[in-house]
């Protein structure tokens, strides 16, 4: 079994406070997920699923009592938020945060560039404008969302998590930075070569040589986030936990393999089954949990 690997986080909360006489935050008014709450069970989920290879340390809780900055400029208040989320309706747009002085005002590139954290995880509330995940830095690439440059020594992911949902939506964005560090790491590879694009088949694409599918496609899916489908598929699924020893044997397969439809389990079962082995394939590491949580790592 191939060595884990420890990851230091910087976790930062926008959850600004609504009600000043209470001093009650936006997530406790709106009865929301305590944000520490998730960020616990996501540790233990990716430890779960890495094999125990990948396990995340939190070494500083940061959470600030405003809204942040959009790209253009505007910023919520509590009484503008409040009254777009009753109303369903009115948010700004566009949405997207202003990630450059977000990470400058928490002093993300110094926590970077001292080894005092490897990532960044934001919290926050719907249309907060972040990406689910975008890498930073020197050659930074896709990661779900288009690189952002910034001075530091090395790479880094900044997680775009909401305490409104559950932890499933987590593992969610987990499983979209998988997609596209794999999806890089495999760039220059082809046809069977291509182990990413097999991993990740299925029967909607690939009839008769499903494997794991990839984030909203079971092995037998036939739309997004159609993961509860009972249609009885073969598969090599179970295979790939023996990777590199692939040795083509297919079993029938349904939703009750992966939870019935619940998008945690489902997304535990997929991330499982991705290679955690010693040694090389075709000069790729037999481990891409490396790769996952270390973006330095991908070639």
Not at 243 to 253: D, I, K, N, W, Y
């Amino acid at each position: 079994m191939p060595e884990s690997l420890r990851r230091r986080v910087l976790s930062i909360a926008h959850d600004p406070v609504v009600d000043r006489r209470t001093g009650q935050t936006l997530s406790r008014a709106l009865g929301w997920y305590d944000w520490r709450d998730l960020e616990a069970q996501y540790i233990q989920d990716v430890a779960r699923a890495s094999h125990g290879l990948v396990h995340y340390d939190v070494v500083e809780h940061r959470e600030i009592d405003e809204f942040p900055i959009k790209a253009d400029g505007f910023r919520y208040d509590a009484d503008s938020y409040l009254r777009c989320w009753h109303a369903r309706s009115g948010f700004h747009q566009p949405d997207l945060v202003d990630y450059s002085r977000l990470l400058a005002d928490v002093g993300a590139a110094q926590a970077i560039d001292s080894d005092h954290a490897d990532e960044i995880w934001l919290f926050a509330f719907p249309y907060g404008g972040y990406y689910e995940s975008i890498m930073v830095g020197p050659g930074a690439f896709w990661c779900n969302a288009p690189p952002l440059a910034a001075r530091c020594s090395k790479r880094f992911v900044v997680m775009g998590f909401s305490y409104e949902r559950e932890v499933g939506c987590m593992l969610e964005d987990l499983g979209h930075r998988v997609e596209s560090i794999m999806s890089h790491v495999y760039r220059d590879r082809g046809g069977d070569r291509n182990l990413w694009e097999r991993f990740t088949r299925y029967e909607q694409i690939a009839p008769g040589r499903a494997s794991c599918g990839n984030v909203h496609f079971a092995p037998n899916s036939t739309r997004d986030y159609d993961w509860g489908n009972p249609r009885p598929v073969m598969s090599d699924c179970d295979d790939w936990l023996n990777f590199p020893h692939l040795t083509g044997a297919r079993r029938r397969v349904t939703c009750r393999d992966w939870g019935n439809g619940d998008m945690r389990l489902h997304h535990l079962w997929w991330l499982e089954r991705l290679p955690h082995a010693d040694g090389q394939t075709d000069g790729i590491s037999n481990n891409w949990w490396p790769y996952i949580a270390d973006p330095n790592l991908v070639p």
